[in-house]
């Protein structure tokens, strides 16, 4: 089943790469967990003006039976993985493992 997708870029011009990126993990988590049915995702720079540069905030939320599972991931633009990117894959690398916790929790 092909969950319902909705992607959102606040203060940030995305390119292509980024959409399609977050539509292969879409996907995979999709594999993983087949009843997923919404995946919401929000990227962008909250502020423009940090002290310590900006930062990427990611919030991703899916709707499965029996509830949602939400991550919200922050990066700080120049740390060593502060890219648009690592924040991505972070937030559904958390959303994945949260997924498995539900599941061995259901099969319990």
């Known amino acids: 089943m092909r969950a319902t997708l909705q992607i959102a870029f606040n203060n940030l011009r ?16 999709e594999r993983f967990h087949g009843r997923i049915t919404a995946c919401r995702i929000a990227v962008g720079l909250p502020n423009r003006r940090h002290r310590q540069g900006n930062q990427y905030v990611v919030r991703l939320g899916l709707t499965v039976p029996g509830g949602e599972i939400v991550v919200n991931r922050e ?4 740390t060593h993985n502060g890219d648009v990117e690592a924040a991505i894959r972070d937030a559904f690398e958390t959303a994945r493992r949260q997924l498995d916790v539900r599941a061995r929790r259901a099969r319990r």
Do not use: N, Y
């Open 14 to 29: 995305c390119p292509e790469t980024v959409k399609a990126l977050i539509e292969e993990k879409v996907d995979r988590l």
């Open 75 to 78: 990066v700080l633009q120049h």
